[in-house]
């Protein structure tokens, strides 16, 4: 774990917009809704429409769009100032831009630079401060609003995508959206980073039980006593059979107590025959007695009675699952097979609710008053569900123009694109609603970094998750070229990963989706362009004998090698195809298993006798330039 407060010297450089990730259908009105916020007194509602760069605020008694405020990048997070005067959106792009709207007029009246693809920005009690999530420099951005700059950056693990802070300002809680390190190993989790906000770094991580990944939201309880975190539990040391009872990926929260800071209880969402995949938002009421969490891949609301959580709560959770092992040890499937571990009471303690028809992919929420909405990200709707009505009578909002049942606006040219997004985000299509595509290539087709053991290349024999980007321009696919391509490989996922059968029009939409992917230009650029230690690695990579398999370009040579990498679990004869390098920053960890936690790793301690390039030559400088190259691409 390292610390660091770095002081920026950097001049402010204006970037052309860079569509993260957002390429699918910019140009085609999608809005997808990814944040939401109400002022205090529950008038108004702010929701960031991440592909429209825009704002829209809405009155919330009469549920219409008063105003729309343009960003200058996509806007992923939003957050009030304490007063309710002001509202700050964090708009990504590789240089991104806190804009600072003055609510009462309506626009925007400030801009802060920040980092790379902003997020989750949280106010200190206080005002004074805001806290800005950089999710590929890995760290956060605290900004002095008073002089309306940032003063320091501190870094966090790897990815850190939500972030809330105490009742006392003292400690910011970063949730980091994946695990650092090797994945071939027993005990794989993310953390959360605990910020000591005075002393102005991470004091303590938080580590979950082994399996949790992808978080995705964190909410501190109106009480301050506890905070809660929404991710994946993956059972990735089993052989992906069958999807039922969460066997491969269930999904999950976890309960932090505060005044202890420590994880205090891991729960999962699902019910024992029904998954509730992909849990994203997460909002409190004000009294602390509801908690709403989003399932972006059911489309539906979890309304957790919190106290009833807690009574069921056991005092010493260490007792109740190892954070060592992968075992599925608090999960209902021990309670199925007769054992006591099991979660019965959180069946009496949470109600599923589903969105209205026509409402899909709810991402954030907020709760207002009696009111839960929620975003929805594929219909270009809120919902509004109401907690006290027996049914919870829920109401859709539209936000903009009609979206078809699997996502798409009728006659849009893109519409394949975002058919084909949709449904690699929908859990619906996958057997028992357990998992989607998504919820093991999160953040527009990458990795979660885990290794699998699927079945397409027979069992034992775990893989490390492989990014989506370009999957279509590189065959074979698969480390091992088991399947011809990725269109074969999309098909075969539906069935022996979701075990269903689809339309053909769904894969052909995925394909679509996928194709559409552009990289992310890396954080390692100097304002896009190669550092001068990436230039000199640029040319270690042809002395070095990288470009013989590694063609600048796509970055491979579509070709299989043996390069020394084989470890115990892989067949005598296994050889993997070249994966491409672009991207790589993004990707940890390395090979096809996982075993390399850095690229630094790949080149040294996994380059066995130089069969994986000449490395063993280069000293130490040569070594952090050709990374840095790499890093770059
Ligand atoms: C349980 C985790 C998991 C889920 C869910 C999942 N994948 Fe994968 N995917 C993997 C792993 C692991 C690999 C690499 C396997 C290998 O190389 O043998 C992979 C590889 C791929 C590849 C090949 C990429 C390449 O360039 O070689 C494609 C395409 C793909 N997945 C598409 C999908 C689609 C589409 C879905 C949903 C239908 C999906 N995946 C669901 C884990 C998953
Ligand atoms: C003989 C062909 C060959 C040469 C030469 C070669 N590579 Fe590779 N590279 C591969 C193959 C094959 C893999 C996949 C190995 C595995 O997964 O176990 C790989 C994997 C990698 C990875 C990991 C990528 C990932 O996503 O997991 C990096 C980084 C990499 N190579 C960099 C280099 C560099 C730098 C050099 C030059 C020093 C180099 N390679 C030389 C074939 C080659």
New binding site residues.
């Given amino acids: 774990m390292k610390n660091s407060i770095k002081r920026l010297t950097y001049p402010k450089v204006v970037f052309c917009a860079v569509l993260l990730g957002f390429n699918a259908a910019a140009e085609a009105n999608y809005l997808s809704p990814t944040a939401l916020a109400a002022t205090t007194d529950g008038k108004m509602l702010f929701v960031v429409c991440a592909m429209a760069n825009k704002v829209k605020v809405l009155d919330a008694a009469d549920r219409k769009v008063l105003t729309t405020i343009a960003t200058p990048h996509p806007p992923l997070g939003l957050a009030l100032s304490p007063d309710g005067t002001r509202l700050f959106v964090t708009c990504a792009a590789p240089e991104s831009k806190v804009c600072i709207v003055d609510i009462a007029r309506r626009k925007i009246v400030e801009t802060i630079s920040v980092g790379h693809t902003a997020q989750a920005p949280v106010v200190s009690p206080d005002g004074k401060t805001l806290f800005v999530c950089n999710q590929f420099n890995n760290d956060v951005s605290v900004i002095d609003l008073a002089a309306k700059r940032e003063v320091c950056r501190i870094a966090v693990q790897r990815e850190p995508v939500a972030a809330d802070i105490t009742k006392d300002g003292k400690y910011l809680l970063v949730a980091n959206h994946l695990h650092s390190g090797r994945a071939d190993v027993e005990d794989v989790a993310a953390v959360v980073s605990v910020i000591d906000v005075i002393a102005g770094k991470v004091i303590k991580e938080l580590r979950l039980p082994s399996g949790s990944e992808i978080l995705k939201n964190i909410r501190v309880s109106p009480d301050g006593k506890y905070a809660a975190v929404t991710h994946i539990f993956a059972s990735f040391g089993r052989a992906a059979t069958q999807v039922r009872q969460g066997w491969m990926n269930a999904n999950a929260m976890t309960i932090l107590d505060l005044l202890e800071m420590k994880v205090r209880y891991t729960l999962l969402l699902d019910d024992p025959t029904r998954g509730a995949a992909n849990p994203w938002g997460l909002a409190w009421s004000a009294d602390g007695k509801t908690l709403a969490v989003t399932h972006a891949g059911t489309h539906e609301v979890s309304l957790i009675n919190f106290p009833a959580l807690l009574a069921g709560m056991p005092l010493d959770s260490g007792k109740v699952y190892s954070t060592k092992k992968n075992k599925p040890v608090l999960s209902f499937v021990s309670h199925y097979e007769g054992l006591d571990e099991g979660l019965p009471f959180l069946t009496g303690a949470r109600q599923r609710v589903k969105l209205p028809p026509g409402d899909f992919g709810p991402r954030a929420v907020v709760v207002v008053g009696d009111t839960v909405y929620t975003a929805n990200y594929f219909s270009d709707t809120l919902s509004a569900i109401d907690l006290h009505s027996p049914e919870h009578l829920v109401q859709s909002i539209s936000l903009g123009q009609k979206v078809l049942a699997d996502g798409h606006l009728a006659d849009c040219p893109k519409g394949m694109v975002r058919k084909g997004e949709f449904y690699f985000n929908d859990a619906t299509i996958c057997q028992g609603g357990w998992q989607s595509c998504s919820s093991c290539h999160p953040g527009d087709a990458r990795v979660d970094g885990l290794n699998w053991d699927l079945i397409n290349d027979g069992i034992g024999n775990p893989k490390?998750t492989r990014s989506l980007l370009l999957a279509h321009k590189t065959p074979p696919a698969m480390?091992l070229g088991v399947r011809t391509n990725a269109e074969a490989a999309v098909r075969a996922g539906i069935n022996f990963i979701l075990f269903t059968k689809q339309p053909e029009a769904v894969a052909s939409s995925i394909d679509e989706y996928l194709k559409s992917l552009k990289p992310v230009p890396s954080p390692h650029l100097e304002h896009g362009k190669f550092s001068q230690a990436a230039k000199r690695g640029e040319k270690l990579?042809s002395k070095?004998?990288?470009v013989?398999?590694?063609v600048p370009g796509l970055y491979t040579?579509l070709r299989?090698?043996d390069?020394g990498?084989?470890a115990a679990y892989d067949g005598a004869t296994d050889?993997?195809?070249?994966?491409t390098?672009i991207e790589?920053w993004r990707?940890a960890p390395?090979?096809?298993?996982g075993s390399?936690a850095t690229?630094r790793d790949?080149?040294t301690t996994s380059?066995n006798g130089n069969q994986?390039?000449?490395?063993s030559e280069l000293s130490k400088q040569e070594i952090d330039d050709?990374c840095e190259y790499?890093l770059s691409l």
């Fill in positions: 490390n480390f990579f070095a004998g990288c013989d398999c590694h040579d299989s090698h390069v990498t084989r050889k993997f195809y070249t994966p390098l790589v990707t390395y090979l096809h298993n390399a690229i790949v080149l380059n994986h390039g000449d490395t050709l790499l």
